[in-house]
């Protein structure tokens, strides 16, 4: 993030938007690395946007670790509290305000 940083010291009106990311919902940690990136870019200023709830179930937040492999019919089938979507709603939470 250090060239992302130097450039909105020189450019301090610009506004920054770390897009599409996020954690594959096997990676061990990955809810803490989810919660240092969203701590950084909040205490930065910056925009976020998180990939991706309702995608492949890779990334989805709403999967845990050891869900089956196919993704689901519908979120009407349930989501799954897990401690990805945890970080992210606390963090959708303070946004919301």
């Known amino acids: 993030m250090r060239g992302v940083i130097d450039f909105q010291k ?16 096997w990676a061990p ?9 969203v701590d950084i870019v909040e205490y930065k200023g910056w925009d976020w946007m ?11 937040p709403t999967y845990a670790a050891d869900d089956g ?3 689901r019919a519908s979120f009407a089938n349930g989501l799954v509290e ?5 970080v992210l709603k606390k963090a ?3 946004n919301a305000q």
Do not use: C, M, Q, Y
């Open 29 to 37: 940690g990955g809810a803490r690395w989810l919660a240092d990136v």
């Open 92 to 94: 959708w939470a303070k």
């Open 10 to 25: 020189k450019h301090p009106n610009v506004r920054i938007l770390l897009g599409e990311f996020g954690v594959i919902r």
């Open 50 to 60: 998180f990939h991706a709830v309702g995608d492949w179930n890779g990334w989805d």
């Open 69 to 71: 492999p196919k993704n």
């Open 82 to 86: 897990t401690d990805r979507l945890s």
